[in-house]
């Protein structure tokens, strides 16, 4: 079982930055390939970034491409998401993700069916 716990969501105005953070349980989380996905009202739950679990891989939704940076440190058993030059639209409530399966396709990455755990979600919101 994997526990993951996010935090770091807020108020920002447009064109500011916030930093959320994932902690998760776990003792092989360098194992783990870790997501980011959010959700907007009224809409499905979507892709934003991973961090494969070994190669330093890393992969973005084009809507966040060049704004956003996901890293994690494996020693803190943490994920981050760099939020740069947030826009009104990126307004949602963002989850972590963990894919305990090793070896993936890389569509996997970008399919939320493909993890495994789910944090309890943190707002963000972006007035402009």
């Known amino acids: 079982q994997v526990q993951l716990v996010e935090s770091g969501g807020g108020l920002v105005q447009a064109g500011g930055s916030l930093r959320l953070s994932c902690a998760a349980s776990g003792r092989t989380f360098s194992s783990y390939t870790m997501g980011w996905f959010r959700q907007a009202p009224g809409k499905e739950r979507e892709f934003v970034a991973a961090?494969?679990?070994?190669?330093?891989?890393?992969y973005y939704a084009d809507s966040v491409k060049g704004r956003f940076t996901i890293s994690r440190d494996n020693a803190k058993n943490t994920v981050y998401l760099q939020m740069d030059r947030l826009k009104p639209e990126d307004t949602a409530v963002y989850y972590c993700?963990?894919?305990?399966?090793?070896?993936?396709?890389?569509?996997?990455?970008?399919?939320?069916?493909?993890?495994?755990?789910w944090g309890q979600g943190t707002q963000v919101t972006v007035s402009s």
């Open positions: 993700a963990a894919r305990t399966v090793r070896y993936s396709s890389v569509s996997d990455y970008y399919d939320r069916g493909a993890y495994d755990y």
């Open positions: 961090s494969r679990w070994s190669g330093g891989m890393t």
